[in-house]
């Protein structure tokens, strides 16, 4: 903040122009970076800019786009949850089972969101009860999860399911070609964002990433606050899970094996800090759709998929250091602020 001379002779204090702010907010980068890849795929292929084309780029991502909105909130509470993968697989499984006893498809995917709510609170109360970091206790459930599934079903593969199911993850919007799963992930974009930016709980889940223990003295319930996010991840979790149940038309043990690392990976990218405290929905929606745009140009474009993983993980890197550049910088403000 700088001073100006009044009328009086006196200083007064004169707020910094909005657009050096702007322009320093990660979020503003990512859409930088989203238009500069638009414009380079379009160079390179004549069928990138496709209205059909890019719409239906976006299903490849949406369940694991729908998982990054909890994680998020997650990683902004200094926490991580490496088991979602796990929860989403033994999810689809207890679905399909459960379908294939003769459940109704509908209540049968009830049944697989409850799953996954359980084992969402399950981790969260091991993280808060027996006080172990959440890093060790995802990681014992994602192998305890996966392990679940696979020895329910084995090697089977899982299928026949209805085509009214099938269309949440097969079908289109009547009338557009907007796909169901971007419509559902777009709707489930508001309450996280509304949570986390406009609410107490938001700024309580803030405030314990960046300082839990201040939170506990000040009577902050960290524990509820923290179980309620490892179940909104398992919950959401699940419901990937039936979209991807719907989307193949089938189910095995091993489905979303490795969405893990994709996941936590779109959401540092967004500008969540991986130590917690800092962070914002839009950036993790941009970094979403900038690694999708990225995937799909570089597919279109016949990129070997080894090339486009070094791709995403140089993007990473560089999500990582450039926000500690730009911070140095700018005199130690942070660069993508709540």
Known sequence: MTMTPTAS???????????????LRWETLLIVLLLLGAVGNAYLSENFLDVTNLFNMTVDFMEKSIIALPMALI?????????????LALSAIVMGVLFQAGWNVWLASLAGLAVGALAGL??????????????????GTYALYRGL???????????????????????????????????????????????????SFGRLVY????????????????????VILFVLAGLMSALAGLMLNARFGATRADVGAGFELDVITAVVLG?????????????VVL????????????????????????????????????????????????????
């Open 207 to 226: 405030a314990i990433g960046s300082n839990e223990e201040a939170c506990r003295f000040a009577g902050v319930a960290v524990d509820r606050i923290k």
């Open 122 to 139: 399950a981790n969260g109360l091991l993280v808060t009860r027996v006080r172990l970091p959440s890093l060790v206790v995802t990681l």
């Open 271 to 283: 500008g969540v800090d991986i130590f917690g405290g800092q962070g914002t929905i839009l950036g």
């Open 75 to 87: 990683i902004v509470s200094g926490n991580i949850d490496l088991s979602v993968a796990s929860t």
């Open 287 to 338: 970094a979403l759709f900038l690694i999708g745009e990225l995937r799909f140009g570089m597919s279109l474009n016949n990129v070997p998929a080894q090339v486009q993983t070094i791709a995403i993980g140089l993007l990473l890197i560089l999500a990582i250091i450039l926000p500690r550049l730009l911070r140095a910088r700018s005199g130690g403000r942070r660069v993508a602020s709540a």
């Open 149 to 199: 599934a696979s020895a329910i079903v084995g090697d089977e593969a899982l299928s026949g399911f209805p085509d009214d199911f099938t269309t949440i993850g097969q079908g289109y919007l009547p009338g557009t070609p907007v796909p169901v799963p971007l419509a559902i992930f777009l709707v489930l974009v508001v309450p996280f964002a509304l949570l986390l930016h406009r609410t």
């Open 9 to 23: 002779g006196r200083t007064a204090a004169r707020e910094p122009s909005i657009l050096p702010t702007l322009l």
